[in-house]
């Protein structure tokens, strides 16, 4: 199991940028994919980007975030990131950071199934 605590949540303008980490308990992260998710209230948590290392880095988003967020990754520091620019009101939500293990379990990475392992979340407010 790896123990995940987000950060970096918070209040920003429209068009202005944050920076999420999300810290894993001292285990490998080459050895797991990395997600975001977000979700807002009477909603489905929603994803929103994915890393997984493996010969080369491997990087999926979703559509309504491309362009505009990247996600990265610090195997060192055990770290992951989510780089939000442009951030949009409709970006409003509690963003949760999920380690899954590297091997398929038979989900796609944009499904919340492929995880095992979840942070608490943190808030993220885009005013307009």
């Known amino acids: 199991q790896v123990q995940l605590v987000e950060s970096g949540g918070g209040l920003v303008q429209a068009g202005g940028s944050l920076r999420l980490a999300c810290a894993a308990s001292?285990?490998?992260?080459?050895?797991?994919?990395m997600g975001w998710f977000r979700q807002t209230p009477g909603k489905e948590r929603e994803f929103v980007a994915a890393?997984?290392?493996?010969?080369?880095?491997?990087?999926h988003y979703a559509d309504s975030v491309k362009g505009r967020f990247t996600i990265s990754g610090d195997t060192a520091k055990a770290t992951v990131y989510l780089q939000m620019n442009s951030l949009k009101p409709e970006d409003t939500a509690v963003y949760y950071c999920?380690?899954?293990?590297?091997?398929?379990?038979?989900?796609?990475?944009?499904?919340?199934?492929?995880?095992?392992?979840w942070g608490q979340g943190t808030q993220v407010t885009v005013s307009s």
């Open positions: 999920a380690a899954g293990a590297s091997e398929s379990n038979g989900h796609v990475v944009s499904r919340q199934e492929r995880y095992t392992d």
């Open positions: 001292g285990r490998t992260l080459s050895n797991y994919i």
């Open positions: 890393l997984k290392w493996s010969a080369t880095t491997y990087t």
